[in-house]
T-cell receptor, first 113, second 111 residues
Framework: DAGVIQSPRHEVTEMGQEVTLRCKPI?????LFWYRQTMMRGLELLIY????????DSGMPEDRFSAKMPNASFSTLKIQPSEPRDSAVYFC???????????FGPGTRLTVL | AQSVTQPDIHITVSEGASLELRCNYS??????LFWYVQSPGQGLQLLLK??????LVQGIKGFEAEFKRSQSSFNLRKPSVHWSDAAEYFC?????????FGTGTRLQVFP
């Protein structure tokens, strides 16, 4: 298996632009998690899905952030408009529902200028 | 409140020395406990996990961890550190749905 796939690996954008991060979970996994990692706040859970349904989005920082999972093999995290404080590494992870052994992707390093 | 504390932000050891990374947790129910490792520029990789049973769990790369309910701890150990172990280590606690991660301990290994 290819593991969790994230794209792009690096994204540099200007403040105010829309940013879309993409994730393909491991085939067969039915839970998907989006995390944000910064030096100041560490690793934060933003949102997670079970069977493509958002279960807990309490970690989404504000309305500028949105996430979707249209099918079992694809999810997006969108930031609109982006701000410099959104600069971070964003990780996607997946697991079997109820297993909780999460497999992480390589991350997307986002820089907002 | 549910939380994970890794009191050591940065640890430096010599290659071949033993290692113990500390993790304390606060959790309302019987926890699921994990240790992950993150190499520079990489995602997190699971080292080991504890769900129930034997409180001493073995993981990959020669790591082990011991669950001590009375101390609310799940410390990670390795008897002899290799230079390739230099990385950031995260302890996590959770249930069947989601995990709460500690702030991490950065391990530096000197030759």
């Amino acid at each position: 298996d290819a593991g969790v796939i994230q794209s792009p690996r690096h994204e540099v954008t200007e403040m105010g632009q829309e940013v879309t991060l993409r994730c393909k979970p491991i085939s067969g996994h039915n839970s998907l998690f989006w995390y944000r990692q910064t030096m100041m706040r560490g690793l934060e859970l933003l949102i997670y899905f079970n069977n493509n349904v958002p279960i807990d989005d309490s970690g989404m920082p504000e309305d500028r952030f949105s996430a979707k999972m249209p099918n079992a093999s694809f999810s997006t995290l969108k930031i609109q408009p982006s701000e410099p404080r959104d600069s971070a590494v964003y990780f996607c992870a997946s697991s079997f529902l109820g297993d909780n052994e999460q497999f992480f992707g390589p991350g997307t390093r986002l820089t907002v200028l | 409140a549910q939380s994970v504390t890794q009191p050591d932000i940065h640890i430096t050891v010599s290659e071949g020395a033993s290692l113990e990374l500390r993790c304390n947790y606060s959790y309302g129910a019987t926890p699921y406990l994990f240790w992950y490792v993150q190499s520079p520029g990489q995602g997190l990789q699971l080292l080991l996990k504890y769900f129930s049973g034997d409180t001493l769990v073995q993981g990959i790369k020669g790591f082990e961890a011991e669950f001590k309910r009375s101390q609310s701890s799940f410390n990670l150990r390795k008897p002899s550190v290799h230079w390739s172990d230099a990385a950031e280590y995260f302890c996590a606690v959770g249930n069947t749905d989601k995990l709460i991660f500690g702030t991490g301990t950065r391990l530096q290994v000197f030759p």
